[in-house]
C-alpha cells in the first residue's frame, strides 16, 4: 500500500514552454502533498506544500508565478513549470503525507527528470 | 529551525563488512526521524524511522538505527553490506506535531560498495 506514482517520468521541452508534472497517490487519499527539487548529487529541497482545496505554502525563495501548483482533488497535485529555461532542469519529486498511528508520514513518487533545452 | 548534518558525503565500503552511517539534527524537541535510501534517478525509499520509545529501530533490508538524544544523533547501521545496498542514504527530520510532516533532509551520504 501506500503507491505514490508521478507522470511523466522524463520529459525534454524547449525554452520558454510549460511543463506539468502529475503526482498521484494511488491507494490512498491525502490531504497534503509536497513538492521537493533535487540538483545533481545534491540533497532534496522542499519547494512548497500544496493542501487539498487551499493555495500551496511555498518556501521561502521558491517563485509561486513560475511553479504552480494545483491540489484538486485529495489523490492528485500537479506542478507547472511555466515558462522554462534550462536553470529549470532538475529531478523533481513528490511526496503524499498519509497519517498513521503516533505521526505522519510522506510516501515519495519516483521523480520527473525534467530537461530544458 | 531545524536541520540535519550527515558529516560524510561518500563512504566507501566492503561487501560484507559492517557500515554506519551518522546523522545529527538540531531542533528544539525530539523530532520524528527518518533514513531513506535513494537509488540513482529513483524517488526515495522509507528505511526506518522513529517517532517514540524504543530508541534502537529495525528497518528494512536489515537496516537499524539508534536514536540517541544526548548526542542529537540517529545514526544508520548494518552489520554486513551487500553490493545492492550501493545508493545514496538520507537522514530526515520533521517537527514532532501530529499531523504536520515537514521534512528536512540531510546532504545525503553516498555509499559504495567494493567486492
Known amino acids: 500500500g501506500a503507491v505514490v506514482s508521478q507522470h511523466p517520468s522524463r520529459v525534454i521541452c524547449k525554452s520558454g514552454t510549460s511543463v506539468k508534472i502529475e503526482c498521484r497517490s494511488l491507494?490512498?487519499?491525502?490531504?497534503?502533498m509536497f513538492w521537493y527539487r533535487q540538483f545533481p548529487k545534491k540533497s532534496l529541497m522542499l519547494m512548497a506544500t500544496?493542501?487539498?482545496?487551499?493555495?500551496?505554502?511555498?518556501e521561502q525563495g521558491v517563485e509561486k508565478d513560475k511553479f504552480l501548483i494545483n491540489h484538486a482533488s485529495l489523490t492528485l497535485s500537479t506542478l507547472t513549470v511555466t515558462s522554462a529555461h534550462p536553470e529549470d532542469s532538475s529531478f523533481y519529486i513528490c511526496?503524499?503525507?498519509?497519517?498513521?498511528?503516533?505521526?505522519?508520514?510522506?510516501?515519495f513518487g519516483p521523480g520527473t527528470r525534467l530537461t530544458v533545452l | 529551525a531545524q536541520s540535519v548534518t550527515q558529516p560524510d558525503i561518500h563512504i566507501t565500503v566492503s561487501e560484507g563488512a559492517s557500515l554506519e552511517l551518522r546523522c545529527n539534527y538540531s531542533y528544539g524537541a525530539t523530532p520524528y526521524l527518518f533514513w531513506y535510501v535513494q537509488s540513482p534517478g529513483q524517488g526515495l525509499q522509507l528505511l526506518l524511522k522513529y517517532f517514540s520509545g524504543d530508541t534502537l529501530v529495525q528497518g528494512i533490508k536489515g537496516f537499524e538505527a539508534e536514536f540517541k538524544r544526548s548526542q542529537s544523533s540517529f545514526n544508520l547501521r548494518k552489520p554486513s553490506v551487500h553490493w545492492s545496498d550501493a545508493a545514496e542514504y538520507f537522514c530526515?527530520?520533521?517537527?514532532?506535531?501530529?499531523?504536520?510532516?515537514?521534512?528536512?533532509f540531510g546532504t545525503g551520504t553516498r555509499l559504495t560498495i567494493i567486492p
Open positions: 530526515a527530520v520533521s517537527p514532532g506535531d501530529f499531523g504536520n510532516e515537514k521534512l528536512t
Open positions: 491507494d490512498f487519499q491525502a490531504t497534503t
Open positions: 500544496s493542501n487539498e482545496g487551499s493555495k500551496a505554502t511555498y
Open positions: 511526496s503524499a503525507s498519509l497519517l498513521l498511528a503516533g505521526g505522519g508520514e510522506q510516501f
